[in-house]
């Protein structure tokens, strides 16, 4: 009877395992303020973009090996060595074929000799270490990334990211009340779309002087943030997605990113 009655199991006590809000739940998203790190409304995203389910993890990998060959480029454009045709030296033997006690020898250009040839070595040929892949396949990789972000809960949506003063210690402030930065924060890429004033009231001293789709304080306040990089939502690419944990998207950025992705 004490056998029956003993729980092996309980239920009770198992850990909650977190789960990811279903779609099109999902893509009801809260606007959070930057300055203040509270929710000031909602927003809807676009499914097309940040509703690709079943993620495709083959899809980011090809991207991401892409991007890095990209980077990689070409090398060696100018190297070349000189074969034993081309070293300058005689073709005279150097020492009797027998009788010296020492290993036989012909001409004095052999690659294992000092001042001999280069057995081969690089011939002046471009090492070109990029491959192709096309556009519709990298804008799906963009899609698949942000979707990603999203199902992971990492994606924040702010009103804008506007900072109010250069200085790092303001930002590394605003930036931990996300969870983000300081010595137990986790990284951030933050995307912005920001656009410069049309009048003359936009000056360098204030918050709203924007340069490059990105506010000028951020960018310069964000340069000491070893775990923090900041950029215009043209340049957000997949490799610096999945290496950061959390994405900021300014609203801007979210219509832009949508508008350019869905063509």
Request: overall charge positive.
């Amino acid at each position: 009877e004490e056998d029956e009655q003993r729980v092996l199991y309980d239920l009770s006590t198992k850990a909650d395992v977190p789960r990811a809000i279903p779609l099109p739940q999902r893509l009801h998203v809260p606007i959070m303020d930057f300055k203040s790190g509270t929710e000031v409304g909602t927003f809807h995203l676009s499914e097309r973009t940040f509703g690709c389910d079943p993620v495709r993890v083959d899809i980011l990998h090809r991207v991401v090996v892409w991007q890095r060959n990209k980077k990689r480029g070409k090398r060696n454009a100018g190297a070349r060595t000189k074969t034993i045709s081309e070293v300058s030296g005689s073709g005279r033997k150097v020492r009797n074929q027998k009788g010296g006690g020492v290993a036989r020898a012909g001409h004095s250009r052999p690659a294992h000799w000092r001042g001999g040839a280069k057995a081969h070595g690089p011939k002046g040929k471009v090492q070109d270490y990029t491959t192709k892949l096309n556009k519709k396949v990298r804008r799906m990789g963009m899609r698949h990334a942000l979707s990603q972000k999203l199902l992971e809960g990492n994606l924040i949506i702010t009103n804008d990211m506007a900072a109010t003063t250069h200085k790092t210690k303001v930002l590394d402030d605003m930036l931990k009340q996300f969870d983000v930065s300081g010595k137990y924060g986790v990284t951030a890429l933050m995307v912005d779309d920001a656009k410069a004033e049309d009048d003359d009231k936009g000056s360098e001293d204030s918050e709203t002087f924007v340069y490059g789709g990105v506010n000028v304080n951020l960018k310069v306040a964000s340069g000491n943030l070893p775990k923090v990089k900041v950029m215009n939502q043209i340049a957000c690419n997949v490799y610096d997605m999945l290496k950061y944990k959390k994405l900021f998207l300014s609203l801007d950025a979210v219509r832009a990113l949508e508008a350019r992705l869905e063509k």
